[in-house]
């Protein structure tokens, strides 16, 4: 089919019954995430027009920035700058460069807006920082040193050659032109000065955006990348920028950072929002598991007011902080055998402020010392193959699913984080003969469990073919009384994974 006509990545359309503007923004995810980034920001921020690719999610949205940085599924959000149908691939480089250059300096006045909406985000973020300086909680410390150490690394990085690049995330480049002499430098930001005020007679702006710094974030792939380098296309795109504007290119600490993300299926330009990550928690002063995939366990837990929710293998309790601090009226318990995970849990509990709502215990998740049937949710990540040797411990897993079962309520919900291996081993011991249910649910289950997660209000998306057919399919097996309820591919970083949801629908059968 053809694409469709492109819109205007900016919209100033009022929400209905609301004066404020909506602003098209896209957020990265980590794979197998975006199902529920997308309905998270349904959810959470009343998002329309809401388009998933791998590993991106578009959306509009009138949400003010202390909303958008609720987001607890996404890694980087960023302001859209520019959604175009991809570049189309020809043998003359400098025709590609020039509408690359193009795609993302065209009509400068459009840069009014998208600076001054970007600048409202700044100066949050950057009051935001300056409150937090007075917290002396050793997380802040750690978070300023986690910065000092980026920021150094990154400076024995820098190359002294024509132009300098770093890797900043995967396929990611981000590249500073080379850097020009005083007297060149007075000489461009005085021609742009000059050619701004001539076109369009709004000196006031062209001052402000001479005080900018930036660089470059250029990441491709696809045919284009075979044709231009990332490096030479993010080198020719800030030289673009500081002809037309004067700002001064800065790779170590810029003010603003440009993204541009070029591939076979769109061309993107995006700006951060934020100088870190969404999925830095600054509740979590020892991170565990990744808190965006922690998240979505928990959202899949249907936890509600006054629930109970155990995790029998909390470790440093990542799951149980997320869960806590989205759904805070419930009580939640965490459990492990290791001395060590729990006190690192307990520090974590205490720096988010949560002592009130979790509570540890040491104790085998082969043998809780709790109640039958006493909790209305079971969470959590399994970690074999980390700590535990999966030709001896996977004889394990039967028991403890039988343990998690016996602890959870008729109708409760058990979601489990599964590796490639050892999901593998639950769906062979859950078909063996002697297992009360042996059904399975058909190749394919996986596919649609996330298409139903993102697609709660009935609307079709692109995500089902632009993304769940990359996954495998699976064959999620009953287990008992335990009912699967659903099965979503994730990515861990270097490995895959799988959640899975069961549902508890009888009480288990005397032996």
């Known amino acids: 089919a053809p694409p469709s006509r492109p819109r205007p990545a900016l919209r100033a359309a009022g929400r209905a019954n609301m004066a404020a503007e909506v602003w098209r923004y896209f957020c990265t995810a980590g794979r197998g995430l975006e199902p529920f980034l997308a309905q998270e920001v349904r959810e959470r921020l009343g998002a329309t027009e809401v388009d998933c690719v791998l590993g991106k999610v578009f959306f509009s949205t009138a949400a003010e920035p ?33 509408e690359i250059k193009s795609l993302v300096i065209e009509e400068p006045k459009y840069w009014q807006d998208i600076l001054s909406i970007w600048r409202n985000f700044h100066g949050s973020e950057r009051k935001k920082d300056n409150v937090s300086q007075d917290n002396r909680l050793p997380l802040k410390r750690k978070s300023e040193e986690e910065t000092n150490t980026v920021a150094k690394r990154q400076k024995t990085q820098v190359r002294a050659t024509a132009s300098e690049e ?37 000196k006031p702006i062209v001052k ?49 950072e440009i993204f541009v993300h070029l591939n076979d299926i769109y061309s993107v330009v995006g700006i951060p929002l934020f100088r870190l990550p969404l999925a830095n928690r600054e509740y979590i002063k020892t991170a565990g598991l990744r808190s965006t995939v922690a998240w979505a366990m928990a959202s899949l837990a249907e936890i509600g007011a006054g629930a109970f929710v155990l995790d029998p293998m909390c470790g440093l309790g990542t799951i149980l902080l997320e869960a806590a601090k989205e759904w805070p009226e419930a009580c939640y318990w965490g459990a492990d055998i290791s001395d060590a995970q729990l006190e690192g849990a307990d520090v974590n ?39 535990f040797k999966i030709t001896k411990d996977t004889e394990l897993l039967p028991h403890i699913l039988q343990e998690m079962e016996r602890v959870l309520r008729v109708g409760g919900t058990i979601v489990l ?4 291996d050892l999901r593998k081993h639950v769906d062979g011991f859950a078909k063996r003969p002697g297992n009360d249910s042996p059904d399975a649910i058909p190749d394919g289950a996986s596919e649609s469990a996330a298409a139903n997660a993102l697609n709660v209000d009935g609307n079709s998306s692109s995500l089902v073919n632009g993304v769940e057919e990359s996954f495998p399919s699976s064959r999620q097996a009953h287990y008992g009384p335990l009912v699967p309820d659903g099965v979503y591919a994730v990515s861990l970083g270097k490995t895959d994974a799988f959640i899975y949801k069961y549902r508890k629908i009888s009480s288990a059968r005397s032996q």
């Open 66 to 98: 202390g909303e958008l940085r609720q987001l607890k599924a996404g890694e980087r959000l960023f302001l859209l700058v520019k959604k175009r149908p991809p570049l189309a691939v020809c043998g003359h480089r400098g025709k590609m460069l020039h």
């Open 166 to 202: 770093y890797e900043v995330e995967a396929g990611e480049r981000c590249v500073v032109p080379e850097r020009k002499s005083e007297h060149d430098c007075w000489t461009e930001r005085k021609t742009s000065s000059e050619d701004a005020s001539n076109s369009s007679g709004e």
């Open 208 to 256: 402000e955006q001479l005080n900018l710094s930036f660089r470059v974030s250029c990441r491709c792939s696809g045919a284009i990348a075979k044709i231009l380098p990332s490096q030479e296309m993010g080198r020719a795109i800030g030289v673009a920028l500081m002809k037309q504007f004067g700002w001064q290119a800065d790779l170590r600490d810029p003010d603003l």
């Open 349 to 387: 509990i205490r720096a988010a402020g949560l002592m009130d709502r979790i509570e540890l215990l040491q104790a085998s998740v082969k043998a809780l010392p709790l109640p039958s049937e006493s909790f209305d949710a079971v969470i959590s990540d399994i970690p074999f193959g980390k700590k």
């Open 417 to 420: 984080l599964l590796s490639q």
